[in-house]
């Protein structure tokens, strides 16, 4: 994981080195206009990113680990969290 978002960053790609297979980055979080139901709302948005060997990983499997990462970030709740 890059997290390039502590800089600032809105947008970075990454480049894989071996052995790595895979690299996420995860940028800076900021308020952007989105329309939800036909209406104007001001929302925060992050980029992220993935960068994967395609020797070892398929695109579709990179894709659906960003898909499961942004469902899981969008439905997260601080108070099921144990500390």
């Given amino acids: 994981v890059?997290?390039?978002g502590t800089l600032g960053v809105i947008?970075?790609?990454s480049?894989?080195?071996?052995?790595?297979?895979?690299?996420v980055t995860?940028?800076?979080i900021v308020k952007r206009p989105m329309v939800i139901d036909d209406g104007i709302a001001i929302r925060h948005m992050m980029y992220s990113t993935i960068a994967l060997?395609?020797?070892?990983?398929?695109?579709a499997v990179g894709?659906?680990?960003l898909s499961i990462m942004k469902a899981s970030l969008e439905?997260?709740?601080p108070a099921s969290v144990t500390l």
Avoid: K, Y
């Avoid at 480049?15 to 690299?23: E, G, R, S, T």
């Avoid at 060997?53 to 695109?59: F, M, N, S």
């Fill in 2 to 4: 890059n997290n390039t």
């Fill in 11 to 13: 947008m970075t790609h």
């Fill in 15 to 23: 480049i894989i080195n071996q052995p790595q297979a895979c690299l």
């Fill in 26 to 28: 995860m940028e800076a």
């Fill in 53 to 59: 060997d395609h020797r070892v990983l398929d695109g």
């Fill in 63 to 65: 894709a659906r680990f």
């Fill in 75 to 77: 439905n997260f709740d």
